[in-house]
């Protein structure tokens, strides 16, 4: 095959020398009849074109021989790594053929088994016991409160009527309420369904991180009033409204000049959990883009809602009694089976939020920073995983927790630990809070990840340590699935879950 390419090389050259030969001809010609002096010139251009042909045609005549006479040479098997073959495309076309035609059987199986289950009216139940009342949605609401709450304290602080100590206080007292006043009132009510409890406490969580990115950016930017004091104008610099093609042109904010409902409320509706003053803004909003982006997000939302009602509720359900009798074998096929349903709907969960729903809240805001996730698929070790998933989150881990311990002068494995230990516990706060039960299944869940970090990074390398990412995606998951639905069904409906879940 190389020779063959070799061959084509040489054909080509002597094909394109041709062209150029007969090019030059037809451009001495050409130029003989506009300007005869120069005649004699392009004649002997066209000899040494005419000489440079002859000899190359002798050279890949030799060429040609030369194959005919050997054709082996010094080469490896494509298969074997010293090769330096890369391209499996084939490879990986044969691997999603093998995937689609394995999992259509098991949705033929399934189909067969269970008839069709998806019911968009059960989903409903889900978030809503009693169709006149919607706790989590009033929930959400108040958390205005908070946000206005944080507002006032830095306009206060700004206009130097409390102290930083007071400030930080009022802070302290805000947060500490943005945590605790949803988990109280989703563990008193009783009208508050799970799902509606963990939508209910995701929002407050993500108020949370960016009230508290709020804050710090605030008072970076007060430091540096302090010290640049006569440069900084306290208002903003572009204070008219300037409009351009109908939409109100972006100005450059300064301090305290940010401090207004408008600029709050962008940052709290914006797909990102870390404040700025300015942000980078894309110059219009891609209508093609933006309809592209909404299609996605409500098909794929459709399409998880439909595999977890007909693939995973069922093989939960019928994974509780193996549980509940400790049956160890009858466990691990429980769960293999409930892995490959749980990770094609985390996927696709990964799509749909990191890529469909927040590009599309950016579009519509003309938000400019769309890295909402890098190239995790490529880990090779933990930490680039946890680096990698899920960006808005891994940037404020980074920028208000882990950067200022390490400037405090904390070495880098204990800063490392701190923040999967505040990863773990929101974990831990948004599934046991709504489910009523403290089991601390998602904390260890997190807190394993600095072991097995510590494990893969020290024994595994490059595509061994890629598989035991997957690895631990694919069957971790599933197993504090598992661990949660188990002890909510023993809580809930004890006696009734063993006799309904023996079937197969
Ligand atoms: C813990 C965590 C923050 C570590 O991230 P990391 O990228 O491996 O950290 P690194 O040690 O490589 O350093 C990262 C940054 O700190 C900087 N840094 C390192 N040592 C520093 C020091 N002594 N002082 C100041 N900065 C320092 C690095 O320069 C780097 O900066 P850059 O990002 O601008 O390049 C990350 O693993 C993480 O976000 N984990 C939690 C994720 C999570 O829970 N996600 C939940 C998703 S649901």
């Known amino acids: 095959m190389g020779d063959r390419r070799e061959r084509g090389a040489v054909t080509r050259r002597r094909?394109?020398?041709?062209?150029?030969?007969?090019?030059?001809?037809?451009g001495a010609s050409s130029k003989r009849t506009a300007r005869s002096e120069q005649s004699a010139g392009d004649a002997s251009?066209?000899?040494t074109a005419n000489g440079e042909q002859v000899h190359e045609t002798a050279k890949s005549r030799d060429d040609g021989l030369k194959d005919r006479i050997s054709c082996h040479r010094l080469q490896e098997s494509l298969l074997s790594?010293?090769?330096?073959?890369?391209?499996?495309?084939?490879?990986?076309?044969?691997?999603?053929?093998?995937?689609?035609?394995?999992?259509?059987r098991l949705f033929l199986e399934n189909l067969i088994k269970y008839g069709i289950l998806v019911d968009p009216?059960?989903?409903?139940?889900?978030?809503?016991?009693?169709?006149?009342?919607?706790?989590?949605?009033?929930?959400?609401?108040?958390?205005?409160?908070?946000?206005?709450?944080?507002?006032?304290?830095?306009?206060?602080?700004?206009?130097?009527?409390i102290s930083e100590s007071t400030g930080t206080f009022l802070y302290c007292i805000d947060l500490i309420a943005v945590l605790c006043f949803p988990s109280a009132t989703v563990l008193t009510l009783t009208s508050m369904t799970p799902v509606g409890g963990i939508l209910a406490l995701l929002v407050y969580t993500v108020l949370f991180l960016k009230l508290y990115s709020y804050r710090d950016v605030n008072k970076w930017c007060r430091e540096i009033r302090h010290v640049q004091a006569r440069k900084l104008s306290r208002s903003n610099s572009c204070p008219?409204?300037?409009?351009?093609?109908?939409?109100?042109?972006?100005?450059?904010?300064?301090?305290?000049?940010?401090?207004?409902?408008?600029?709050?409320?962008?940052?709290?509706f914006a797909p990102t959990l870390c404040y700025e003053l300015n942000f980078p803004r894309s110059p219009r909003i891609r209508k093609r883009f933006l309809l592209r982006r909404l299609f996605e997000m409500l098909f794929l939302m459709q399409l998880q809602v439909g595999l977890i009602q007909q693939w995973m509720v069922p093989t939960i359900q019928n994974s509780m009694k193996p549980f509940q009798d400790?049956?160890?074998?009858?466990?691990?096929?429980?769960?293999?089976?409930?892995?490959?349903?749980?990770?094609?709907?985390?996927?696709?969960?990964?799509?749909?939020?990191?890529?469909?729903?927040?590009?599309?809240?950016?579009?519509?805001?003309?938000?400019?920073?769309?890295?909402?996730?890098?190239?995790?698929?490529?880990?090779?070790?933990?930490?680039?995983?946890?680096?990698?998933?899920n960006i808005p989150v891994h940037k404020w881990c980074l920028r208000h927790f882990y950067k200022p311990m390490l400037r405090k002068g904390v070495n880098k494995l204990t800063a490392q630990i701190a923040v999967f230990f505040l990863s773990a516990f929101f974990h831990e706060y948004?599934?046991?809070?709504?489910?009523?039960?403290?089991?601390?299944?998602?904390?260890?869940?997190?807190?394993?990840?600095?072991?097995?970090?510590?494990?893969?990074?020290?024994?595994?390398?490059?595509?061994?340590?890629?598989?035991?990412?997957?690895i631990s995606l694919i069957?971790?998951?599933?197993?504090?699935?598992?661990?949660?639905?188990?002890?909510?069904?023993?809580?809930?409906?004890?006696?009734?879950?063993?006799?309904g879940a023996s079937s197969q």
């Not at 094909?15 to 090019?23: M, V």
């Not at 409204?241 to 000049?257: D, I, L």
């Not at 039960?437 to 600095?450: P, T, V």
């Open 121 to 161: 009216i059960q989903v409903v139940s889900l978030f809503l016991k009693d169709p006149y009342s919607w706790p989590a949605a009033c929930l959400i609401i108040v958390s205005n409160v908070f946000i206005m709450a944080a507002l006032y304290t830095e306009r206060q602080l700004a206009m130097g009527k």
């Open 240 to 268: 008219s409204v300037q409009r351009a093609n109908g939409n109100a042109a972006h100005c450059h904010v300064t301090y305290p000049g940010n401090l207004t409902h408008r600029d709050m409320y962008y940052f709290i």
């Open 45 to 47: 251009r066209n000899a």
């Open 430 to 470: 948004l599934v046991s809070v709504p489910l009523k039960m403290f089991r601390l299944w998602a904390f260890m869940g997190m807190m394993a990840q600095i072991p097995l970090a510590l494990f893969v990074g020290r024994f595994l390398r490059g595509n061994y340590g890629n598989a035991a990412v997957w």
């Open 326 to 389: 400790m049956d160890l074998s009858r466990m691990v096929e429980r769960l293999l089976k409930l892995a490959v349903p749980n990770h094609l709907i985390w996927l696709i969960f990964f799509y749909w939020l990191f890529h469909s729903s927040m590009n599309f809240v950016a579009e519509l805001m003309q938000f400019g920073d769309r890295e909402f996730y890098r190239d995790w698929w490529n880990s090779e070790t933990v930490p680039y995983f946890w680096s990698n998933w």
């Open 15 to 26: 094909r394109t020398l041709t062209i150029c030969g007969e090019a030059a001809a037809a």
């Open 475 to 499: 069957i971790g998951q599933p197993i504090a699935v598992l661990m949660y639905v188990h002890d909510y069904y023993v809580l809930h409906y004890g006696s009734a879950t063993e006799g």
């Open 81 to 104: 790594s010293e090769s330096g073959y890369s391209n499996y495309r084939g490879i990986l076309n044969w691997c999603v053929v093998m995937l689609v035609l394995s999992n259509a």
